[in-house]
Structures are given as C-alpha cells and as structure tokens.
C-alpha cells in the first residue's frame, strides 16, 4: 500500500484529465487576464527564440494544443504528448491546418521515445510541478530522449508573478474549473483548493538541487518578471 502522498500524486496526476481537459483547459487561457496574458506570451516567446529550423521538438503536457503552431512555425517537427485523451481529441482539431506536428497520449515520466531523439523537449506553463510527479524522474526522462548538445526547457512561475498568478487562479475557481481555493492554506507560491487540487511552483534553488550532478550545462534565468526557466544541455 502506498503512503498519503502517493495516494495524493495519483489524485493529482488524474486531475487534468478528469476536470481540466480539452474544452475546460482552454476555458482555462480564454479568461486569463492581461497580465497573465502578457506572461504566456514572454514565456513562448522565449521558448520560439530558441527553436532552430532543423529542430524536432517534444512538447510535454500539450493539452489542447495551445503553443503546438507557434513551436511549428519555427521547427522542423513538432511532437506533442499529454496524457489526457480529451484534450488531445481537441488538439487534433486545434492544429488541423499545420502539417508538421504529431499528437501522442504518453505519459512525460516514462516516454515512449528512443534515446536522443529530439533537438530540444519543451516543458512550459509550470509543467514540472504541475504534472505531479516525480520531478527527477521527469529531467531524466527528458534528458534521455535528448540529443547530445540539444536542450530541454523547463519553466516555473517568478515569485515576482504571485499576485497575477493568485488571481488568475482566483478566476478559474469562481468559473468552476477549479475547486474553492482554501486560503488558510494557500501561501506565497503554492495554491490549495478544498477539492484537494494543489499547485505549487520551483525556486531558482529547487532548479539547481533538481540538476545537480548532471552531466550537463545548467541555465537559470528569469524572464519578463513573471517565468523562471532551467535550460539544460546535456554532455556527449
């Protein structure tokens, strides 16, 4: 038998694909505010300027598609995998008119890939913590399918984004989509929901515990005041 915090992880992990998936998860970016409006597109922008012609792509948790054209339009191939059926049935009509992408229901931490595949895997929009799993298990699987000399991005919330996070949160809850936030647990960077839904976020120091003893070139950086980013290139 597994402890609580398994029995929690599972609870967690099923959450998108039962309540926030497809149609629900886009409703999740239509009424997000300007600044966090403002936020989402730093934080592609930042992640297209990275992107060579030649690239095969991975996206990680692609939900219903939302970046998969913009990463096309600069790649060569772009693969996107979300475990959630619901929200990959609705992707496959989000990116109906761009030729150079594919879908596949895969989990991040146990990738269906061959070592070295892509030129660079892309984990946006929190994903490493908002997945819920183990996040080491999710840089290694990330890394394994990484060429030697591409790169895997992984971005957080700024703590500078508290505010404009904590509303945008505050929103999805008031349509619906998430639980009623439980504010006497709620604090700076985690927000906790009385349905038992929980996210949290990464520091600069989580990041550099995380990729410690890596055999790779570790960048931290933060962008537009609002996204933290781990660029990680792994060594031959």
Request: aromatic letters at 8%; a negative charge.
């Amino acid at each position: 038998m597994g402890s609580d915090g398994d029995v929690e992880i599972i609870l967690l992990t099923g959450y998108y694909s039962q309540k926030l998936s497809g149609a629900r998860l886009k409703q999740v970016y239509d009424l997000a505010p300007e600044p966090v409006r403002r936020y989402l597109d730093s934080e592609l922008n930042h992640v297209i300027a990275s992107i060579r012609p030649t690239d095969l792509v991975l996206e990680l948790g692609c939900g219903y598609g939302r970046v998969l054209p913009e990463l096309a339009s600069r790649a060569r191939w772009v693969v996107g995998i979300d475990t959630s059926d619901s929200s990959l049935q609705f992707a496959r009509n989000f990116i109906q008119d761009t030729q150079n992408i594919s879908l596949t229901q895969s989990d991040a931490a146990k990738l269906s890939f061959r070592e070295h595949t892509f030129d660079l895997v892309v984990c946006i929009q929190n994903g490493i913590s908002a997945f819920h799993v183990d996040p080491r298990t999710l840089i290694s699987e990330s890394l394994r399918v990484t060429k030697t000399g591409g790169r895997v991005l992984f971005s957080t919330y700024s703590a500078r984004f508290w505010r404009e996070r904590l509303r945008w949160f505050q929103l999805q809850s008031e349509a619906g989509l998430l639980g009623e936030i439980d504010y006497d647990r709620t604090e700076e960077g985690r927000i906790v929901c009385k349905d038992g839904f929980t996210a949290t976020t990464l520091t600069r120091e989580d990041f550099l515990k995380l990729t410690s003893g890596l055999n790779a070139n570790i960048r931290i950086q933060e962008v537009d005041e609002s996204s933290l980013f781990c660029e990680i290139v792994p060594h031959a």
